[in-house]
T-cell receptor, first 110, second 113 residues
Framework: AQSVTQLGSHVSVSEGALVLLRCNYSSSVPPYLFWYVQYPNQGLQLLLKYTSAATLVKGINGFEAEFKKSETSFHLTKPSAHMSDAAEYFCAVKANQFYFGTGTSLTVIP | DTAVSQTPKYLVTQMGNDKSIKCEQNLGHDTMYWYKQDSKKFLKIMFSYNNKELIINETVPNRFSPKSPDKAHLNLHINSLELGDSAVYFC????????????FGQGTRLTVV
């Protein structure tokens, strides 16, 4: 069975600080993993995806994620938070459908 | 040239009414989905269609009925609306290929009063 767990439903960081959003997956097959961002009153937008080509994946807006098979993790990071990064972030794994985590709300403090 | 478009964006209706939400994708994808997002932002799959055929039907009340007239459209009809149906409903599409992402519509905020 496939699933993802996002630790921390709310994360607050200061502007300019490191952003770290955690995602652990459970998958019986090689996983295809995704991070999405949802801004208020909008749909989900793809930030990045892991498709086994490289373990470090770079996405849009300066975000990146590292696939660690030994830790079954796919944490999302950004070196320096910007006010515009405040949003809801979802990790997902794809099998016959997309299985989404419960989301992490990121607040950026000026 | 919106990739996945759904209408309406907002829908306010009374309990007991019947309403529909429409979704269209112009990406040539073969799979379409309906998700429900509750007030805590949790995303729950409701239905999935592949080339007009229902492939996923999660435990949702049978008041919810999806219809796919062709592979570019997936509409959601809801009968006898209840207060608990209030949520944001998202349509999405993807290719069936495992490593491809889903593209989401902007959502329909349904409020039942």
């Amino acid at each position: 069975a496939q699933s993802v767990t996002q630790l921390g439903s709310h994360v607050s960081v200061s502007e300019g600080a490191l952003v770290l959003l955690r995602c652990n997956y459970s998958s019986s097959v090689p996983p295809y993993l995704f991070w999405y961002v949802q801004y208020p009153n909008q749909g989900l937008q793809l930030l990045l995806k892991y498709t086994s080509a490289a373990t470090l994946v770079k996405g849009i807006n300066g975000f990146e994620a590292e696939f660690k098979k030994s830790e079954t993790s796919f944490h999302l990071t950004k070196p320096s938070a910007h006010m515009s990064d405040a949003a809801e972030y979802f990790c997902a794994v794809k099998a016959n459908q997309f299985y989404f985590g419960t989301g992490t709300s990121l607040t950026v403090i000026p | 040239d919106t990739a996945v478009s759904q209408t309406p964006k907002y829908l306010v209706t009374q309990m007991g009414n019947d309403k529909s939400i429409k979704c269209e994708q112009n990406l040539g994808h073969d799979t379409m989905y309906w998700y429900k997002q509750d007030s805590k932002k949790f995303l729950k799959i409701m239905f999935s269609y592949n080339n007009k055929e229902l492939i996923i039907n999660e435990t949702v009340p049978n008041r919810f009925s999806p219809k796919s007239p062709d592979k570019a459209h997936l509409n959601l009809h809801i009968n006898s609306l209840e207060l608990g149906d209030s949520a944001v409903y998202f349509c999405a599409s993807s290719q069936e290929t495992a490593n491809t992402e889903a593209f989401f519509g902007q959502g329909t905020r349904l409020t039942v009063v």
